[in-house]
């Protein structure tokens, strides 16, 4: 259910980042959502890093630093296991998925017990980016991660083409779009890097160009971005590559194909799913995506419709002033949603990439937050 009063964008950003930096745990970690049963005591990559560059971008330099430092700590952590799969990699003897990166770690950077579906690329190269546009925010050069962001551009050079599963968790069988996107983008951001050495940015730059050619070639049907390569459809995340992460320029000539394709084949009301046939909590819409769209209208240069995406957003908000995943009132598949409500109980409540993605938007539409 949205809601239908108008709700007070500023103060519901201000309250988003005020949650965002309360939330958060005193390693510097993140949790998804502190109190849904399948995330509790967990923090992932991929959410961290756009809820840092969230907290970054409203001034909240000190958080997203924090969760900067816990990220390069688990990388350096699993320093060992990241060199003997580039290791394995350079000899043509790649390890299995399973000894891959995990995706999530517990707040205290630990692997965790709890079975998932762990191999998931696009977070150690979202980390990067997210650090690298602080950096440039306040004039740093990266040398406090240089250590980690070596590995992981190591770990990504060597790793990028591997099927694995995507930002939904789902498909490891596929080479994902978003995913190459956010890999390719943290590799160019780490290129930027002064404080990386000159082989590595070498090497970071020249595969970040590689993965945007391979994008461009098999990644693209009738001119916009798809899901994954050899399908046609899109997937919302696609829209991040535009904004925020802007891998591609709000005028580049796959930006408003693919915008619109979401637009059509995923957005009732400014609300946007995931993906066609998706069937968690029975698919609904999802207010980290319609800012993620917004966001890359944005630097399309449609702010209206950047405005409208952020209300539609904002009135996802509860009565006790949280943002969830996502929405009912419009399911692709309807029939499903009762299993996952006895399975993992409500749709997690606050998630904090909601809050963060709103934040965000805000902040690129010139609402004032306030630290
Ligand atoms: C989503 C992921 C997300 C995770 C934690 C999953 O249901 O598919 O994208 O990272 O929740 O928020």
Not at 31 to 53: E, K, V
Not at 71 to 97: S, Y
Not at 183 to 195: F, Y
Request: hydrophobic share 45%.
């Amino acid at each position: 259910m949205t809601n239908s009063q108008t709700v007070d964008i500023a103060a519901l950003a201000t309250a988003s980042l005020h949650l965002i930096t309360d939330m958060q745990h005193d390693s510097g970690a993140y949790p998804a959502s502190p109190t849904f049963s399948a995330y509790r005591g967990y923090s992932w990559f991929r959410d961290g890093a756009f809820i840092a560059d969230a907290a970054s971008s409203a001034g909240a330099s000190a958080s997203a630093h924090a969760f900067f430092d816990w990220c390069a700590r688990v990388v350096l952590a699993n320093q060992d296991r990241i060199l003997r799969i580039v290791e394995a990699e350079a000899n043509g003897a790649p390890l299995p998925d399973g000894e891959m990166l995990p995706t999530r770690f517990t707040l205290d950077g630990e692997p965790g017990a709890d079975d998932w579906w762990d191999f998931q690329l696009d977070g150690y190269g979202t980390w990067i980016w997210a650090l690298a546009a602080h950096e440039t925010r306040v004039g740093g050069d990266g040398s406090a991660w240089s250590e980690a962001v070596a590995l992981c551009v190591d770990y990504l050079c060597a790793t990028w083409s591997r099927p694995c599963f995507d930002w939904w968790e789902e498909h490891s069988e596929q080479q994902h779009i978003s995913t190459w996107g956010c890999v390719a983008a943290g590799l160019k951001a780490a290129s930027g890097l002064a404080s990386l050495d000159d082989d590595r940015r070498h090497l970071a730059a020249s595969t970040a160009r590689a993965i945007e050619a391979r994008i461009r070639t098999h990644g693209v049907f009738e001119g916009r971005l798809v899901k994954w390569v050899g399908e046609q459809r899109v997937d919302a995340s696609l829209a991040s590559l535009f904004g925020p992460i802007g891998l591609f320029s709000g005028d580049d000539a796959l930006c408003q194909p693919t915008l619109r394709r979401i637009e059509e084949e995923l957005t009732v009301n400014s609300g946007v799913h995931r993906f066609v046939g998706d069937r968690f909590y029975g698919g609904g819409r999802w207010p980290l995506l319609s800012c993620m769209l917004g966001l890359a209208w944005h630097a399309a240069g449609d702010d209206q419709r950047a405005a409208e995406l952020l209300e539609w957003a904002a009135s996802a908000v509860t009565q006790d002033g949280f943002l969830p995943e996502q929405v009912d009132g419009h399911l692709f598949h309807p029939d499903d949603r009762s299993e996952w409500l006895e399975r993992w109980g409500t749709v997690a409540t606050p998630l904090l990439w909601s809050h963060a993605m709103l934040v965000r938007l805000a902040v690129e539409l010139g609402v004032e937050v306030a630290k």
